[in-house]
């Protein structure tokens, strides 16, 4: 059974920090890209950042660029969205995402809430 669960949101100040988390298993972790996608109220879902399955790849949307990176450990087989210098504008739902290269079906999580609030 394959399970991608998130973890780090919460409430964060402007220009605080945050490390997102994402425990895949049901899977061979090392094969799957994995992104993180974001979906704000009334917008449609959008993605963050994605990684290639050995880590040599990363893509970042240019909205995030120089403030987030993500990364994987394939040993513990987690995916991490690291987020700094965040703005109102980050405020989102943050869903891990993994995807097998060349297939258009892939893998979701339940999602988590990530509020940027003074």
């Known amino acids: 059974q394959v399970q991608l669960v998130e973890s780090g949101g919460g409430l964060v100040q402007p220009g605080g920090s945050l490390r997102l988390s994402c425990a895949a298993s049901?899977?061979?972790?090392?094969?799957?890209?994995m992104s993180w996608y974001r979906q704000a109220p009334g917008k449609e879902r959008e993605l963050v950042a994605r990684?290639?399955?050995?880590?040599?790849?990363?893509n970042l949307a240019d909205s995030v660029k120089g403030r987030f990176t993500i990364s994987r450990d394939n040993a513990k087989n987690t995916v991490y969205l690291e987020m700094n210098s965040l703005k109102p504008e980050d405020m989102a739902v943050y869903y891990c995402?993994?995807?097998?290269?060349?297939?258009?079906?892939?893998?979701w999580g339940q999602g988590t809430q990530v509020t940027v609030s003074s």
């Open positions: 990684i290639s399955g050995l880590g040599r790849t990363t």
């Open positions: 995402n993994a995807q097998l290269p060349g297939r258009s079906d892939s893998y």
């Open positions: 049901g899977f061979t972790f090392s094969r799957y890209a």
